[in-house]
């Protein structure tokens, strides 16, 4: 398979269900709620699915969704998380292990209404072959979305914990070690936003993710709910006012056939 994640498997693992990761996931699923209402019900791909944080909540929310991984471990995580579900749920989840950079050998072309890839690009060194296959498995009225590392913010992490060295570099390379001790490479949102255009794709919104949050400890819990509502409704504002959604770690992208 063509990316690094593997090495930081177990620790991605780890850190499921914790403060970062809860941030992270319920801003994303809120945002596809508006772009992706629950009607009608749709094909949705998700690539890299993992665990199947999305791609449930989206089989939840009455759409027809498919997973691929390259992961085993994680295909068996969402497939145990997909047991608890009710029939009706379960059957609308298929899961396929394979590999992002290979879509178009895995599904027909134009076969998807959403495809999503969140969290799965900064894995790749040349994300050239993911696109096209998102691209490619597109229907004529789809949207995709997709979540980045942001470039433009990779010096805020090493400097706020008064790294200096490592944020020095970080305003001139895409590359940074990431939490879960994996070398990855960030986008550039122009620079992605001119490769999806090179595929027919036009960004028509985007929102910072875990701009307030992000520096928090890998194992730091959620809160308690009230002050975990007020947490996502400041995190959820900054995502998508100017500056603060510039400088937040990850960007997320929804784009559709222009
Ligand atoms: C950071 S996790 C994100 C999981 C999920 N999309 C989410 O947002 O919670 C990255 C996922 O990409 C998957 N992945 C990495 N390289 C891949 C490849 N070449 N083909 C398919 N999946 C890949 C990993 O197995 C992992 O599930």
Redesign the pocket.
Known sequence: ???D??AG?AQ?RER?GRLR?VV??EL?TRRLRDHLPDRPSRRVL?????????ALAAARRGHHVTG????PV?LEDFTAALAAEPPEIRARVRLVQ????RLAELFAPAGFDAV?????LM??ADPAPVLDGIAALLAPDGIVSL?VRNAESLAMRPGLAGDWATAQRAFGDVTYRNR?GVTARADRLGELMAALAGRGLAVRAWYGVRVFTDHAPGDAPVPEPAELAALLACEERAGCTDPYRGVAPLVHLIADRD
Do not use: N, P
């Open positions: 398979m063509a990316s994640f593997a498997e991605w499921l990761d992270r996931q994303v998700d690539v890299g699915c993992g665990q199947g944080t999305q691929v991984d390259s992961s994680l394979g590999d992002a950079a999503l890839c969140h969290g799965v894995y790749f979540l879960i």
